[in-house]
């Protein structure tokens, strides 16, 4: 497959990153094709503007230029696959104003449906798994990613999956333990070699 890879988090050192990278290296070893869209480093804009607030009385809709160059670059690609941080409980603004401006009406949907055969939100969160569960989280989360914006714009192949307590202990004060980071980085890797499966 030709996968487009969103990545958003504002540090390039950050475990959302080594984990994107794993990810890409898997993809490429299972035979992949992808291609790294870093949303901070881009200079993408996430602010909805007049220009690309969709005219809803026009069948056919004029984007930015920005936004057009991104649903091009969304059009070479037959799968997605986006990795981010859990921030309160969903995803950051930045990849937020990313599916707002770009998975637009009148290309994502309204009459229309993206052309992708799979989408894969790799999150990783701080909390642990008990807490989305006790919080009731776990299945928003999927209903919200999964349905919502997936299977809404036409793509029926979609997963969530979930990296927990990615962030260690700010109540104790420890940091990430380094055996648990490195299973979190062989599971990227994983479900990048067995995407396409």
Same mark, same amino acid.
Not at 12 to 34: E, I, M, W
Not at 97 to 104: A, E, K, P, Q
Not at 108 to 137: N, T
């Given at each position: ?123 990783? #969160?701080? +909390?642990?798994? *008990?807490?989305?569960? $006790?919080?009731?989280? %776990? ?6 990613? =999964? ?8 793509? #029926?192949? +979609?997963?969530? *999956?979930?990296?927990? $307590?990615?962030?260690? %202990? ?6 990430? =333990? ?20």
């Amino acid at each position: 497959m030709n996968v487009l890879t969103v990545v958003c988090h504002p540090r390039t050192t950050s475990l959302t990153f080594a984990v994107a990278r794993q990810f890409v290296d898997g993809l490429t070893a299972g035979g992949n094709q992808t291609e790294v869209l870093d949303l901070h480093r881009s200079g993408f804009d996430p602010v909805l503007r007049e220009v690309d607030e969709p005219n809803w009385s026009e069948e056919a809709q004029t984007f930015s230029k920005e936004v057009e160059d991104e649903i091009e670059r969304m059009r070479r690609h037959d799968a997605l696959a986006f990795v981010f941080p859990v921030w309160w409980w969903g995803m950051p603004a930045m990849l937020k104003g990313y599916i707002d401006r770009v998975w637009n009406f009148g290309w994502a949907y309204g009459g229309h449906s993206l052309p992708h055969r799979r989408v894969v939100w790799l999150a990783l #969160a701080g +909390s642990g798994r *008990e807490a989305f569960i $006790e919080w009731g989280f %776990d299945r928003e989360m999927v209903h919200y990613f =999964d349905v919502c914006l997936a299977r809404y714009c036409g793509i #029926a192949d +979609s997963r969530v *999956e979930v990296l927990y $307590e990615t962030t260690g %202990d700010a109540k104790l004060g420890t940091a990430l =333990d380094p055996v648990r980071a490195e299973a979190m980085l062989r599971r990227a890797y994983d479900l990048g070699l067995r995407f396409a499966d």
